[in-house]
């Protein structure tokens, strides 16, 4: 809330609220304004505006010289953004859905990661990589994909994925602003979700591109989640305090570097630990998250490190999606297997 | 309502972007010029230029090869008897344009004043790329095929719109052709015009398979026209022809007249690599036939015909390449210390929590080591 004095009288003025869209919308247009060098190209985000809108407006206020359409090729509009970095700009390319990201996968793996490793730092690449990712809008196949082990296990790459409107605004511009490559991973589902927040990458912050936040403070279990998964975590930790159950939410904000300090605190405080996401589970990222606090904070837990995912299979046609992503109960009923009764753990696989 | 149909010719005539029947020559084989050409025979001071670093560029290739059966280099892809096309390409450029090559392209890389031992730094196995791209504005040797046709267009189009006069020729193959990138970059550099020059070198394979196997088309330079981008096709063997095709490619670019596509036919001597063997794929026979077409041979004969050199200068020129080889033996052969910290120096600007940790058990493990009592023997 901001206070504004007028005729003398104090009055409260409500913070508008925004959606993630319009977040992400607004911190490309600040960047743009502000940094000449910054170039937002892909498939129709010119005049059109996005499939999804996020480049609203930007084709008619910057010129196309800035903001333009390309042909339609991924390996392109990334093999090109690698060699408008080298030269100097910082471009800012969408790829319209995650599984669309595939075609220039050799250029992100073996050019955009490697180039600054390669030429001892002589040459970095500033390039921002922005994708619509995950499920939940009853999308047809190939347009719901979680991909970010892809990119998460690949050095060289930073790995950010926005929660909410205001972290989007934020995480965005520091990401168009740092000099390494960043995918930026878009929950596309959680897009017209509102926030009332003053949009600002600089104030409170500056550095929160690779730390993780405490959504939710609680003292019994550590639900750990990031980009569309965060939402879902808050109502079951809402939905378990009804019950007594005192859950901490962390959102991750950045999967790559990992921010072990917030995760590692919480989860020696609490003992328990659930990791929440979309992607399928085996070698998904819930398998990283569950190994650190193995390592980090064994003496500490009272149960297995649990995971709450996407099942082992394709992303499902869009009446079948309920059942494959994590949702409340799931994570509820996770919360009821972490060996509450036992003094000690036992003798059994797994959770 | 406007009309539905579409207008179908929307650029330039399909006539003027096809490639010649025969490659352009300005040189034959036996040293004559040709009379007329399509190409404008370069000045004395470039044939000349043109002789001169490809008897550098020839002897440092055959250092290299030397140097991978020592064991010196992990590997060597020699590019013996396309010295035409390596050095005629190079010169072409100007001060402020970008060179993009492959990992065949060491020669090029030379000819372009990059010093011979940064050069061998990825294929000695000391670092990925030895040398500072923006220097020589030299991109670092590419290893996967046709990517770096992409970076070519991206620098190319960042530099109009900067209102730089830069050009950017990216070097590939016969092979490189079949892949998605060439076919993306092509396509991009012509939708936007971009000041690039795709220089395709035709040595007749890719490895093993043979061009009868990459492309049933008329020639490489024919793809062009698809793209609506110009294209050359020019003899490889012939200095003063890519020379001057390239020279008018980068003239065009400049110019604002967008890519152009030249393919420079030619012939690889060697085998792929010193681990390739190429007697299983081809005959001595057909060696032989394009060592009879040699390139730097050509060249010379023509400048000997002319009087423009002579038997002396060609034996202070073959003195000077010895002397550069020999120092390029010496500086090989110095062991160079490698610093295992390097390997997390460089991956971000500044190295992440897991990567100072990684160096830390590093550094851990070398103490322990460097600890232990030596074996006795």
């Not at chain 1, 104090?10 to 060098?37: F, W």
Request: hydrophobic share 40%; proline share 6%; glycine share 8%.
């Amino acid at each position: 809330m901001t206070a504004i004095a007028e005729r003398g009288h104090a009055r409260e003025v409500a913070t508008p609220e925004v959606t993630m869209a319009a977040a992400l919308n607004q911190a490309l247009a600040d960047a743009l304004s502000e940094d000449e060098t910054v170039l937002v190209f892909g498939e129709d985000v010119g005049p059109l505006g996005g499939v999804f809108r996020i480049t609203d407006g930007l084709a008619a206020k910057f010129g196309e010289a800035r903001v333009f359409d390309t042909p339609l090729a991924e390996s392109g509009i990334v093999g090109t953004a690698i060699g408008m970095a080298m030269n100097g700009l910082r471009p800012v390319v969408e790829m319209q859905f995650d599984a669309f990201a595939y075609p220039a996968f050799e250029q992100i793996v073996s050019h955009l990661a490697k180039f600054r490793n390669r030429t001892r730092g002589r040459v970095a690449l500033p390039v921002v990589i922005r994708i619509p990712y995950g499920g939940g809008i009853g999308g047809v196949e190939h347009h719901c994909d979680s991909s970010e082990a892809y990119y998460a296990h690949t050095p060289g790459l930073r790995v950010v994925t926005p929660a909410t409107p205001g972290d989007a605004y934020a995480l965005l511009r520091q990401a168009i602003e740092c000099p390494d490559p960043v995918i930026f991973l878009e929950p596309k589902r959680r897009y017209w979700s509102k926030q009332a927040v003053v949009l600002d990458h600089v104030g409170t912050n500056p550095k929160t591109l690779d730390q993780a936040v405490v959504r939710r403070a609680g003292s019994d279990v550590t639900l750990i989640a990031y980009g569309g998964t965060v939402g879902t975590a808050l109502e079951a930790a809402e939905a378990a305090a009804e019950e007594d159950r005192s859950i901490e939410v962390i959102d991750l904000r950045s999967l790559s570097p990992f921010d072990d300090e917030t995760v590692t605190a919480s989860v020696r405080r609490t003992g328990r630990a659930i990791v929440v996401h979309e992607a399928s589970r085996f070698c998904g990222y819930g398998a990283e998250v569950a190994a650190r606090l193995s390592e980090q904070c064994f003496h500490y837990l009272e149960a297995p490190v649990l995971r709450v995912t996407g099942f082992d299979i394709p992303y499902p046609p869009p009446h079948l999606e309920e059942y494959h992503l994590p949702s409340v109960d799931r994570i509820l009923e996770a919360v009821d297997r972490l060996q509450w009764q036992e003094t000690r753990p036992a003798v059994k696989a797994g959770g | 309502m406007a009309s539905v149909a579409r207008d179908i010719a929307r650029g330039r005539e399909p006539r003027e972007l096809l490639p010649t029947g025969t490659p352009l020559r300005l040189v034959e084989a036996d040293g004559q010029a040709v009379r007329p050409s399509d190409l404008d025979l370069p000045d004395d001071d470039v044939l000349l230029a043109l002789h001169r670093n490809m008897v550098l560029a020839r002897r440092f290739d055959t250092q290299a090869t030397a140097l991978t059966r020592q064991g010196r280099l992990a590997v060597y892809p020699s590019a013996r008897g396309q010295e035409a096309g390596e050095v005629g390409a190079v010169l072409a450029l100007r001060p402020q344009d970008w060179l993009f090559p492959t990992y065949r392209d060491s020669m090029a890389i030379v000819c372009r004043g990059v010093d011979p031992v940064e050069v061998l730094s990825l294929l000695r196995g000391d670092w990925h790329c030895g040398y500072d791209p923006y220097e020589y504005r030299v991109a670092p040797q590419c290893t996967p095929l046709a990517t770096n046709t992409l970076h070519a267009v991206g620098v190319a189009r960042a530099a109009r719109l900067k209102g730089e006069d830069t050009v950017a020729l990216v070097m590939l193959g016969d092979g490189a052709t079949s892949e998605g990138d060439t076919h993306a970059a092509l396509n991009f550099a012509a939708v936007w015009q971009a000041p690039v020059v795709f220089f395709v070198q035709n040595n007749g394979y890719a490895i093993s398979v043979p061009l009868s196997k990459q492309s049933a088309a008329p020639s490489l330079a024919h793809k062009g026209v698809g793209y609506g981008v110009p294209a050359m096709l020019v003899d490889g063997n012939d200095a003063a022809a890519v020379y001057a095709a390239v020279q008018r490619a980068v003239a065009a670019a400049a110019e604002g007249r967008g890519p152009t596509l030249i393919e420079s036919l030619t012939y690889r001597i060697e085998a792929h690599t010193n681990a390739d063997d190429a007697t299983r794929y081809r005959d001595q026979d057909e060696v032989d036939g394009w060592l009879a077409r040699d390139p730097l041979a050509r060249i010379r004969q023509h400048l000997l015909a002319r009087g423009l050199l002579d038997e002396p200068a060609i034996a202070a020129l073959d003195a000077e390449a010895e002397a550069e080889a020999a120092a390029l033996r010496r500086r090989m052969n110095a062991d160079r210390g490698h610093d295992p910290a390097d390997l997390f120096r460089y991956v971000y600007a500044e190295p992440t929590p897991d990567l100072r940790g990684q160096q830390q058990e590093l550094s851990a493990e070398l103490a322990a080591a460097a600890d232990e009592p030596e074996v006795s023997r």
